[in-house]
T-cell receptor
Framework: QKEVEQNSGPLSVPEGAIASLNCTYS??????FFWYRQYSGKSPELIMS????GDKEDGRFTAQLNKASQYVSLLIRDSQPSDSATYLC?????????????FGKGTKLSVKP | SQTIHQWPVTLVQPVGSPLSLECTVE??????LYWYRQAAGRGLQLLFY??????ISSEVPQNLSASRPQDRQFILSSKKLLLSDSGFYLC??????????FGPGTRLTVT
């Protein structure tokens, strides 16, 4: 059974701090990794994708991938109250191709003003 | 870029009633389409996916079914709803950069 594990939280950080969200996956052959943000009552919104080991930065967001440790993380710098949401980690065994994603259950982030 | 439409937005149905949820996609052709369900406090569960017209794969056996009558239309159905069918139903497809995008969802409450 291929699994993606996330700490359910809630993770509470003060405004302006760095939020660190973590995800581990069981399938060593996984190739593509995604982070989604889901506000309460809304559908998931893609915020980052990463395919290679190392860091990928996009604005205040940095995704980090370590395939040897089967670990992917999302850092949110200068956290804002508007970042308060559930963050879903998703993994695919395919790179550059369409396939089925495996989702974690999500980490709830709360950013306190 | 593709746009995913879902309707209805919300639905309240009694146990034992039929169900039909619709998903349509614009801005892409021959997409892989997906139906997910997110029950309250739970993760995303893949229900069905389709790689083409009339081609449906089921991930979880249950009283739901799916159909794909047209290239960009995906329908989720049930003949008799159960209380456990309540949840947030999401349609998704892959975009041109091999990233999966979701529609706005349908919130179903079975009473």
């Amino acid at each position: 059974q291929k699994e993606v594990e996330q700490n359910s939280g809630p993770l509470s950080v003060p405004e302006g701090a760095i939020a660190s969200l973590n995800c581990t996956y069981s399938d060593r052959g996984s190739q593509s990794f995604f982070w989604y943000r889901q506000y309460s009552g809304k559908s998931p919104e893609l915020i980052m994708s990463i395919y290679s080991n190392g860091d990928k930065e996009d604005g205040r967001f940095t995704a980090q991938l370590n395939k040897a440790s089967q670990y992917v993380s999302l850092l949110i710098r200068d956290s804002q109250p508007s970042d308060s949401a559930t963050y879903l980690c998703a993994v695919s065994p395919y790179g550059g191709s369409q396939g089925n994603l495996i989702f974690g259950k999500g980490t709830k982030l709360s950013v306190k003003p | 870029s593709q746009t995913i439409h879902q309707w209805p937005v919300t639905l309240v149905q009694p146990v034992g009633s039929p169900l039909s949820l619709e998903c349509t996609v614009e801005g892409t052709s021959n997409p892989n389409l997906y139906w997910y369900r997110q029950a309250a406090g739970r993760g995303l569960q893949l229900l069905f996916y389709s790689v083409g017209i009339g081609q449906i794969s089921s991930e979880v056996p249950q009283n739901l079914s799916a159909s794909r009558p047209q290239d960009r239309q995906f329908i989720l159905s049930s003949k008799k709803l159960l209380l456990s069918d309540s949840g947030f139903y999401l349609c998704a497809c892959w975009g041109p950069s091999y990233e999966q995008y979701f529609g706005p969802g349908t919130r179903l409450t079975v009473t």
